[in-house]
């Protein structure tokens, strides 16, 4: 009989021990996150959250789940796992915002081909801080190790998150109304979206992200590979207030268009004026290598504006201070009125 060859895990690629001592690397920045609600600790099957809506008078979960995109590729390439964990947090997050809702919980997932306890270190600890920074709680997530399925020093990550709004304050756009004016909130830069085209301008610019500079000063992989802006502080501001609003929108993947239609009903439209803001530096500096039309631009981008908000224009002043407060820069961009003909125009 032939003597057969001994295999373990380890000599297929996967390494049980050096998955347990990244667990325990990261506890430190899970525990952070942790709000009273939580039972459980890292580690077990699943995460336990006991709520207490008593304050609520009719408490309605929310749910979502989003990535980084091919965002992802530059950030591995430039090293900053930190900033990808942020972004797995914001994408998911700043939807619920959308509809007034608090993140309770986040959990996420990262896949790679090869353990690298660094590397993916920095993108839980990214993902703690950006939790904090919410108030939600990291109660758990899966580190697949998956030799052959990534390149080597590839990774990727994707996000859960649960949040609460009371039914009787959600913000679901029903309340918008002709006459509505449009209050946008500055972004930090591309966020998380279109990065398939930012990867194609850099090509066809052979840029150089390290060296070259932008207008402003940066160095162009800080403003290109800056991490998506967290708006959950600012919208649970504006929920605490006495404001009445009638719509959010995060402005991400489809830009300006899709996230606006999606608030509308079927007879409303919203003009945005594309000159109430300047257009950031880092977006100067992308579409400076190519030609991309005005209406491509700015719905494969948020071209400055991450994310916003609908209101009657008399509670616009009570908005903008409530949001300067809470460290937002914002600018009055459009109004609704009756659709006669699109549902989302640019002018300039």
């Known amino acids: 009989m032939t003597d057969k ?13 050096a998955g347990n001592a990244f667990v325990g690397r990261i506890k430190k920045a899970v525990n952070s996150t942790m709000r009273p609600e939580v039972l459980s600790g890292l580690g077990g099957f699943g995460g336990l959250f006991k709520p207490d809506f008593s304050d609520m008078e009719e408490p ?21 796992p930190h900033v990808a964990g942020i972004d797995a947090v914001a994408m998911c997050v700043n939807d619920l915002a959308a509809l007034g809702a608090t993140p309770l919980f986040f ?37 697949a190790e998956m030799p052959g399925m990534y390149a080597p020093g590839h990774y990727d990550i994707g996000g ?14 029903s309340k918008i109304t002709a006459g509505d004016i449009i209050v946008g909130v500055a972004s930090n830069g591309p966020h998380s979206n279109g990065f398939s085209m930012v990867r194609k301008l850099l090509e066809l610019g052979e840029a150089d992200l390290l060296n070259d500079v932008l207008s402003d000063g940066r160095k162009a992989v800080e403003g290109v590979l800056a991490p998506t802006r967290l708006y ?3 919208v649970n501001a504006l929920m605490k207030s006495d404001a009445d609003i009638h719509g959010f929108s995060h402005i991400t ?24 803001w300047a257009v950031p530096p880092v977006f100067e500096y992308l579409l400076g290598f190519a ?24 509670e616009a002043e009570k908005v903008e201070a409530v949001l300067k407060e809470a460290g937002e820069t914002t600018y009055r961009i459009g109004h609704v009125h009756a659709r006669d003909g699109e549902a989302v125009t640019l002018i300039d």
């Open 60 to 80: 309605v979960l929310v749910s979502g789940t989003d990535g980084v995109g091919t965002k992802l590729l530059l950030l591995q390439e430039y090293d900053k």
């Open 5 to 17: 060859k001994s295999l373990s895990y380890a000599d297929c690629g996967v390494d049980i021990d």
């Open 253 to 276: 993947g489809g830009g300006m268009f899709d996230n606006f239609e999606r608030l509308l009903s079927d007879d409303l439209a919203v003009t945005i004026d594309v000159s109430a």
């Open 107 to 143: 959990l996420d997932y990262l896949a790679t081909g090869k353990l690298a306890g660094e590397t993916l270190a920095g993108v839980v600890e990214g993902i703690a801080d950006a939790c904090n920074t919410c108030e939600c709680s990291l109660v758990g997530g899966e580190t």
């Open 232 to 234: 959950v502080p600012a």
């Open 291 to 314: 030609d991309v039309a005005r209406d491509e631009r700015y719905r494969t981008f948020n071209m400055g504006i991450g994310f916003a908000v609908v209101l009657p224009e008399k």
């Open 160 to 173: 859960f998150c649960v949040g609460v709004v009371d039914k009787p304050k959600m913000v679901d756009g």
